[in-house]
């Protein structure tokens, strides 16, 4: 079983960035895709962005296409959401999580069986 931990979120002001990294141990992640979501209070958890084992394939949500980008760093175990340009509307709890099967494309919430406990990001405007 791995356990993830995510770290780096806070309070921002609208236009500002964050970088949120996500640290996993127990085992390796280094073959399956990782991904991050969020839930902000009132409403259902939603798909941020994910990355392919070998983080050469990465998808997003329409929503933060163009300003957020996931990365990972496999020989550290540790995958990152780089989120620029923030909104008022990015509030949320983000969850980092890790992919049920090895070397397979995630993306749908059913797809992962890892989660972290969450960081709270704020953006004030």
């Known amino acids: 079983q791995v356990q993830l931990v995510e770290s780096g979120g806070g309070l921002v002001q609208a236009g500002g960035s964050l970088r949120l990294s996500c640290a996993a141990s127990g085992r390796t992640v280094s073959n399956y895709a990782m991904g991050w979501f969020r839930q902000a209070t009132g409403k259902e958890r939603e798909f941020v962005a994910a990355a392919s084992w070998n983080g050469a394939s990465t998808y997003y949500a329409d929503s933060v296409k163009g300003r957020f980008t996931i990365s990972r760093d496999n020989t550290k175990n540790t995958v990152y959401l780089q989120m620029n340009s923030l909104k008022p509307e990015d509030t949320a709890v983000y969850y980092c999580?890790?992919?049920?099967?090895?070397?397979?494309?995630?993306?749908?919430?059913?797809?992962?069986?890892?989660w972290g406990q969450g960081t709270q990001v704020t953006v004030s405007s």
């Open positions: 999580a890790a992919s049920r099967w090895a070397l397979r494309i995630a993306v749908r919430s059913s797809d992962f069986g890892s």
